[in-house]
């Protein structure tokens, strides 16, 4: 493995972290929070909107997103060749 | 058959259990004891995190806190699930591939510095022993609620227990009884949240059940009556909440980053075999805490609604059995201000402090109404109700009329989240003792043997300041909760986070940043919790954010420092930086 290879993978890494993290925010402190007084005024079902993002949805989302990372890695480890062997 | 014995029952069978895993899983070296030799699966990892994570406070405390936060609770349920996202993703995997221990091991090395290496055991002794005095107290509480046991008995047998399991067993047996925990926490937090949600909505999921409409033909939806309750009584709607918004922010913000930065969360990954096991296991872990935390504030929404209809107005004589019983356990209490004899409930404290139940010759002295009299004075609001938060969650069984043995089912589960969280804290102190101060500063060619043997003196040490703190709990403990998170999130986040991702960072920004976000967010909450309390309100905090929120301006702080002092000093050596290369692939 060439050390410019890696420089790439870890370039893409980031990439990922960067926007997965920013619709960790968007989620949370975006919806949940700091837009939840307008959310608020759109229901669905019984939950104003913005309430249901800061106690329910944004917690959903997160899970969602811990598992798009670790696909989109373990993909990035076998493109780059820096996956880990199977031992045992 | 009565509550209490289905609770002997559960708790025997529980406890035989986990000493059961105890004497299957003695760990025999020290990279049994302090990461179960890496070798863990990741999803058995991920339920042990969950276990490890949801403490007493998660289990007993915090939907009966939300109940009485309404929309402010969100501070608590993002808080304390959105770290994960950022331990998968920036910390875990990097974390996993140094492949040491401990997060003093880290530090000391990417650091290549004594003095990093001994802020951060400190930080995690600091950190570790405020939470683990909660739990054991935890375990008191439930015994003597549930078994009519005297807290000091409570919290001895939780220490013999706990003792049991992580002295023998180390990082190997709480692995596996955390795993044990989690199964018990989970359904005894859920069994009875199908029933009320039942109950209440027709629906017996209780996520979609609290977002339904009432089942009793009304056709309004439970959260939309829950504001009309709250608006009729003069309390501000369960939606819409009464903290301000940065500080809803700030506070958010310090417990994703403190979850993210505890040790005893972390040192959790380093018992997987791999890399792609880490990032995975974290995920794992999430949907676990999920599970709960999802549930949690739609138990407070069914548990609020179903205090207010029941108490509001009514007269004291028309209340059930279980207000009586809680009013004699000093949780619950009514004065009748205005000598109607019916409860009002409207915002405001009832009385001046907790109450203290007057007695005569040992016998509970009775109001006008047979309601338990107490030495209080009482305030000038309307309000004559005082509730206790905790027995939300205690209490919910018996308000909703389910089954004894539901309600012995959450003993059991109060027991198992207390218990597994002190025994994840006490190896983590352990850890910092044997590895990070006698291995690594005292005496470096100690034995594994040795090293072994000081692993379990520190931990069986550990156990009993616990188990002293639980019976004698300094008056601050509860208050001090904002202080693990606070410290956390000021102290290691911002030194892992530059450690792993800016390889020019040295030694002497990373120290000067942990030490000047530990001392600014240590001062300001000693200064509204513990020297000026009375100076504990929104105008005098600075930009409003509350002590629980300052670990946030803390980790900026301390991001800032680093970098600041780290442009002034030389780059790390060249090893460090190959080291801080390797740990970005997962081979190479």
Redesign the interface.
Known sequence: ?NKHN?KE??AI??RY?LI??SI?FLV??GF???G??VL?EIQ?????LG??F???G???V??I???V??YL??KL?IRFG????E?E | MSVQLWTYLFVGITFSLYIGIAIWSKASTTSEFYVAKGTVNPLTNGMATAADWMSAASFLSMAGL?SFMG?D??VY??GW??G???L???LA?YLRKFGKFTVPDFIGDRYYSKTARTVAVICALIVSFTYVAGQMRGVGLVFSKFLEVDIFWGVIIGMAIVFMYAVLGGMKGITYTQVAQYCVLIFAFMVPAFFISAQLTGNPIP?IG????LADGSGM????KLDQLHTELGFSAY??GTKS?QD??FI??ALMVGTAGLPHVIVRFFTV????DA??S??YA??FI?IL??TA?AIAVFSRTNLITTVSEQPYENMPEWFNTWEETALLNWVDKNGDGKITYAPGAAIVGSPEIERVDGEITRGESGEVKILNPVTDTDNELYVDRDIMVLANPEIAGLPNWVAALVAAGGLAAALSTAAGLLLVISTSVSHDLIKKQINPDISDKKELLYARIAAGFAVIVAGYFGINPPGFVAEVVAIAFGLAAASFFPAIILGI?YKKMNREGAVAGMIVGLLFTLSYIAFFKLIFPEYNTPEYWWFGISPEGIGTLGMIVNLLVSLAVGMIFPDPPEEVQDMVESI?????
């Open positions: 493995m890696l993978y870890w890494n980031i972290v997965l993290v960790w949370s402190f949940g929070i700091l939840a007084p608020n669905v079902g019984g939950f104003k309430f249901w800061a106690q329910q944004s917690i959903y997160f899970v997103l811990i598992f990372y670790v890695m373990n480890d820096v996956q880990e062997e031992v | 939300i929309y609770g969100a349920l993002m699930t959105g994960y996202v950022l998968a993703l920036t995997p996520q609290f977002g339904s409409r939806f439970l959260l939309d939606t819409s918004m809803v922010f958010t913000v075999p791999k890399v792609k990032r995975i974290v995920g999430l949907i999920a935390y999802t504030p991702f970005r692939y997962p081979r190479a």
